[in-house]
């Protein structure tokens, strides 16, 4: 295989765990407004290593032991600060975790994705309002002519739907105890 075509499987393997990728750092540092520097600095080490990677492994597993890396990495830099820091142990232990608490995420997003384009265009267009735009439902009940107490009902009904089709694609969410 010539560098081209492995850099652009690689460019397409980065491009599609962006989200997961982020979520995990923020979940290593939570609260953290550095995240996203770090993620940046995770994308940047994955791309300076590239050709450590073997085609046909698991990327993501590679990708997310780089960014628990570069987290560590920027735990050492802001140690000075009087921030808590958890041992190795502990470290390792969260890391794993929440590597798995992202894989369910992404599965539950990908089945929202799925259970999305299974809605009327009219329902979607609600949902994308409600959540997804800074005008107000009673806005949006005057430019559509539909009441708010309407809007509201419907997207009572759409959110319970969708839930409904997300657990069936993946089950439905633990409980937390």
């Given amino acids: 295989m010539n560098a081209a075509s492995h850099e652009s499987q690689i460019v397409a393997q980065l491009t599609q765990i962006q989200v997961p990728l982020r979520l995990y750092v923020q979940s290593l540092l939570p609260g953290d407004s550095s995240a996203s520097d770090v993620s940046q600095l995770t994308n940047a080490k994955i791309w300076e290593k590239r050709a450590e990677f073997t085609l046909g492994t698991n990327f993501k597993a590679w990708a997310f032991s780089i960014a628990r890396f570069e987290v560590l990495n920027y ?13 190795q142990e502990l470290e390792e232990t969260f890391a794993e975790e929440l590597a798995e608490e992202n894989d369910v995420l992404e599965r539950r997003h990908l089945a929202l994705k799925q259970c999305l384009g299974k809605l009327r265009s009219s329902d979607r267009e609600l949902l994308m309002h409600r959540y997804a735009s800074t005008e107000t439902l009673l806005g949006y009940a005057q430019k559509s002519g539909r009441s708010i107490g309407g809007l509201k009902v419907t997207l009572h009904r759409l959110r319970n739907a969708l839930l409904g089709c997300i657990e069936k694609h993946v089950g439905p969410e633990p409980l937390e105890s």
């Fill in 75 to 87: 735990r050492k830099q802001q140690a000075r600060d009087s921030r808590l820091v958890f041992g």
